[in-house]
């Protein structure tokens, strides 16, 4: 079952800061993080593995709650290249379930 | 450098006119995987692959096929493609198989039209 995100959509001025949320109804093993820009292909931002380990992006930070199955990414201090279409996806069973994004826009 | 190759980037076809989407890694990964991408729905997983010869259905795999004969390429086979498989299709990769894998590298996306 797909994964839930929230918001679907933020717009932001350059300098602030955003939190997206990323809930499942299934056990997890781990989250990912990706963000899409338009016409691209996504790009790995972070995992953050079942125990606590993180592995990912210096000036992007996450969360994760595994008792109640829900991550969310920290985004501090906002650039216009944070712009774009964020994704969580949650693994559980070699399958990552990808949730339908999150769409960022940063205005100067 | 290491890459995701998807091809072709951008197919126009008709009904029932068979095509394959390959897709090829040069990172050696075990795990592949093919998603389709459409407004609104996020990323879909079709089908993916542990390691050669080891396939297993996505969330969305009927109307699909796909094989693992070798560890580098993972092609997708529209055997009688119909107007609702119109959509973006991501190939995608990864160092470890279940349990926890690794970081996702996707190829570049492929946009398919069946008309």
């Known amino acids: 079952q797909q994964p839930v995100q929230s918001p679907q959509a933020v717009i932001l001025r350059e300098g602030e800061d955003a939190v997206i949320n990323c809930s499942s109804s299934?056990?997890?093993?781990?989250v990912h993080w990706y963000r899409q820009k338009h016409g691209e292909a996504p790009v790995f931002l972070m995992i953050?593995?079942?125990?606590?380990e993180q592995k990912g992006h210096e000036k992007i930070s996450a969360s994760f709650n595994e008792k109640k199955q829900q991550s969310s990414l920290y985004l501090t201090a906002s650039q216009l290249s944070y712009s774009g279409t964020y994704f969580c996806g949650t693994e559980g069973a070699s399958k990552i379930i990808f949730g339908s994004g999150t769409r960022l826009s940063i205005r100067p | 450098e290491a890459q995701v190759t998807q091809n072709p980037r951008y197919l126009i076809t008709v009904t029932g006119k068979k095509l394959t989407v390959t897709c090829s890694q040069n990172m050696n990964h075990e795990y592949m995987s093919w998603y389709r991408q459409d407004p609104g729905l996020g990323l879909r997983q079709i089908y993916y692959?542990?390691?050669?010869?080891?396939?297993d259905k996505g969330d969305v795999p009927e109307g699909y096929k796909v094989s693992r004969k070798e560890k580098r390429n993972f092609p997708l086979i529209l055997e009688s493609p119909s107007p609702n498989q119109t959509s973006l299709y991501f190939c995608?990769?990864?160092?470890?198989?279940?349990?926890?894998?690794?970081?996702?590298?996707f190829g570049e996306g492929s946009r398919l039209t069946v008309l």
């Open positions: 953050l593995l079942k125990g606590g």
């Open positions: 995608a990769s990864s160092s470890k198989t279940g349990g926890g894998s690794g970081e996702l590298f």
């Open positions: 692959s542990m390691n050669v010869e080891v396939t």
């Open positions: 299934k056990a997890l093993y781990s």
